[in-house]
């Protein structure tokens, strides 16, 4: 009978202890819950606008980033290119040269040739 006892007398406090963690969790009145409730969802709505702000924030300056990083390298390209461009028409303006006092030579041989069968029809 002890044990009954103790065992009732532990029941008894247990559920002492719960109907007064109970009452001190209880919720609020209606008002109340739904005033909570309605900031609660305005300080989610307001965390959530500063994040979505922060993030389009870092979006915007990655992608401003990334537009100064492709100019500078379309730059550095392009330059890359002009000077190569500027190489290969100085070359190909050396070959037209060279190119040009053959044709020169070719045609005074030309003109020295014919000169030449002229004279000898002539002679004939």
Known sequence: MANTGSTLLALVTGAAIGAGVG????PDKGEKTR??????????QDRFNKKYNETASNLTEKAKKAK???EER???TLSSASYKADDILSAMESKLEELRKQNAKLQKEAKKEEAETKANKVVV
Do not use: I, Q, V
Request: zero cysteines; aromatic letters at 10%; charged letters at 45%.
């Open 23 to 26: 009452l001190l969790y209880a």
């Open 35 to 44: 005033k909570k409730l309605r900031e609660d969802a305005l300080d989610a």
């Open 68 to 70: 100064l990083d492709f």
């Open 74 to 76: 379309l730059e550095e």
